[in-house]
T-cell receptor, first 114, second 111 residues
């Protein structure tokens, strides 16, 4: 099984719908992150969490919310999806030394909002 | 100025050549630097990290760091078609305690 699992892998949804992307990890890491990737723009940080009680906004948090249900689970919600939220979404994890040893990424969720 | 900048490419090199990928960053206090490889539609995969000025070699890959000039590069020797991917540079900025990614450079190795 993958160390960082994202569900669903692909999702098509309609404008205005609420959608949740889920991430779970078996690495025992404290820190979890949500990124979105758009062509030519690289990875942009949406939200991050350093532990269950610590949630922080990233550079593009508007229109998104998150929930850290447990150390191993971090969910991203789009309350009312819009077409420009169509992107590839990645969850990542790290331990407290993550800034020295890098992040581990999930396989990604390809989200299309029509 | 973006915090981490990369030439988007594509960078095209023939099979067997050396591919040179470059990245510049804005925060002079940055301490750690990473190169990720990402195949189309797949997740980023860490291939190199470097903390100290100079070169770090791992197989066909060499990371080079120059903190005074605020750039980090990745050299791929004996490039193979399987090296064709997007290479993402990531920097741990001194503030914020998290990685910031460049937009990536597309590398194409032609056989």
């Amino acid at each position: 099984d993958a160390d960082v699992t994202q569900t669903p892998r692909n999702r098509i949804t309609k404008t205005g719908k609420r959608i949740m992307l889920e991430c779970s990890q078996t690495k025992g890491h404290d820190r979890m992150y949500w990124y979105r990737q758009d062509p030519g723009l690289g990875l942009r940080l949406i939200y991050y969490s350093f532990d269950v009680k610590d949630i922080n906004k990233g550079e593009i948090s508007d229109g998104y919310s998150v929930s850290r249900q447990a150390q191993a689970k971090f969910s991203l919600s789009l309350e009312s999806a819009i077409p420009n939220q169509t992107a590839l979404y990645f969850c990542a994890t790290s331990d407290s030394s993550g800034t020295y040893y890098g992040y581990t990424f999930g396989s990604g969720t390809r989200l299309t909002v029509v | 100025q973006k915090e981490v900048e990369q030439n988007s490419g594509p960078l095209s090199v023939p099979e067997g050549a050396i591919a040179s990928l470059n990245c510049t960053y804005s925060d002079r206090g940055s301490q750690s630097f990473f190169w990720y490889r990402q195949y189309s539609g797949k997740s980023p995969e860490l291939i190199m990290f470097i903390y100290s000025n100079g070169d770090k070699e791992d197989g066909r890959f060499t990371a080079q760091l120059n903190k005074a000039s605020q750039y980090v590069s990745l050299l791929i020797r004996d490039s193979q078609p399987s090296d064709s991917a997007t290479y993402l540079c990531a920097v741990n900025l001194e503030y914020g305690n998290k990685l910031v990614f460049g937009a990536g450079t597309i590398l194409r190795v032609k056989s």
